[in-house]
């Protein structure tokens, strides 16, 4: 049987979906491989279990490439632990998150014709068509490559994206599902009797793409009806993803601060992977009204959580998200300007809502477990 090698570049904490995605996975494929490894950044201060060797390498991250106009190390690093670990062209290494000019370097390398390595299969998060790079040469790089002994696949998380990637490089990109992991005792927590004031929750970073900026708006709208008359409380996630945040956004939660904490109460973390569910099992509503853009084919992680907690959601319409749920236990919205009045609808609906909620638990846990996902990825190549 090959190795497996699970690149994250990204793992320097304990926190984050990245580095939960990175160990879930190594531990599921462990029942696959002879031996998996993690091959992670250099200041990654998780420790994996001893049956997965975590390989601490890259210099660089997400971070320092985006905001502090660092060269990524990616490439050059996996060439040379390719060597330094003893992987062949059996061996497989898996990149769940890469950067446009890591894939178009990674492309280039596995286009010489002297390269007899390990074949990669990488997962393709992002939707090309937001992107202002030009892909034209990453995609001839790959059609190039389809007439030798391709030493590369692709997969996505949705199907949107597989189509649209399948179209412009002209190879195969498979569909995987989006995964969660949840503790029984978690999932026990969710089924809890509903809150009063009934909660709603935005978890995950404060961005512009996830409309964190339109919650104000929303809060706002509903403080006569709903928030001072004590129906409904809110809890968001208001940390950044760097060091101030999108433009404008210390305002924006300055202004959310100035709420009573039992009317809107802000959390931080990041948190570890069994405090993040906590705090949303302990909601009733979990909102995620992101900009209908940028998650029109892309995945949400955080959809799958809440369905695999059993939690109503509200969603944009046109977006992947909402093909996934259904009126029985999510409350699509048009548009961003009607997420007051979905949150209200909700508020009227709830008990509807949960017990659809609750049945769709059943089904998000068994199909979308890392072990299902650890199959669907390497089925075909071991």
């Not at 632990?81 to 992987?87: D, G, T």
């Not at 939707?127 to 059609?143: C, I, K, W, Y």
């Not at 959390?267 to 993040?276: N, S, V």
Request: aromatic residues 10%; hydrophobic residues 35%; charged residues 20%.
């Amino acid at each position: 049987m090959p190795k497996l090698a699970i690149v994250d570049q990204n793992a320097v904490c304990s926190q984050g979906h990245y580095l939960l995605y990175t160990r879930r996975l190594a531990e599921e494929a462990t029942h696959l491989f002879d031996k998996v490894e993690v091959w992670c950044n250099s200041k990654c201060d998780f420790s994996f279990p001893p049956s997965i060797p975590a390989i601490k390498a890259f210099q660089t991250d997400w971070t320092d490439v985006q905001f502090n106009n660092k060269t990524s190390d990616l490439p050059e690093t996996i060439y040379s632990l390719i060597e330094r670990q003893s992987f062949t062209r059996q061996d497989i290494i898996f990149i769940h998150s890469i950067g446009v000019t890591e894939l178009h370097t990674l492309l280039t390398f596995c286009n010489n014709s002297l390269y007899s390595g390990p074949r990669f299969i990488l997962l393709l998060r992002y939707d090309p068509a937001l992107s202002d790079h030009d892909f034209s040469q990453t995609f001839e790089t790959v059609r190039a490559l389809q007439g030798k002994t391709f030493p590369i696949s692709f997969i996505s998380d949705t199907l949107e994206l597989s189509n649209s990637y399948e179209e412009k490089l002209g190879v195969p990109v498979t569909a995987v599902p989006v995964a969660v992991s949840v503790q029984p005792t978690i999932v026990k927590q969710s089924t809890d009797a509903l809150s009063e004031p009934l909660c709603f929750c935005f978890m995950g970073d404060a961005r512009s793409e996830k409309n964190y900026h339109r919650l104000p708006e929303a809060i706002k709208l509903l403080e006569r009806s709903h928030v001072n008359t004590g129906n409904i409380r809110f809890k968001l996630q208001s940390n950044f993803n760097s060091s101030h945040g999108d433009k404008g956004y210390q305002q924006i939660r300055d202004r959310l601060k100035t709420y009573p904490s039992d009317q809107v109460e802000l959390i931080y973390g990041p948190y570890d992977e069994d405090e993040y569910l906590r705090q949303m099992a302990s909601a009733d509503v979990i909102l995620i009204p992101y900009h209908t853009n940028q998650y029109a084919n892309r995945s949400s992680g955080i959809l799958v959580e809440a369905m695999a907690l059993g939690k109503p959601v509200i969603v944009p319409a046109g977006t992947w998200m909402a093909g996934q749920v259904s009126a029985d236990h999510a409350v699509i919205i048009d548009s961003i300007e009607g997420l007051a009045n979905g949150i209200a609808f909700a508020y009227k609906s709830i008990q509807k809502l949960r017990e659809g909620a609750q049945k769709k638990r059943v089904s998000i846990l068994q199909n979308n477990s890392f072990k299902a996902l650890s199959k669907s990825i390497f089925r075909n190549v071991i």
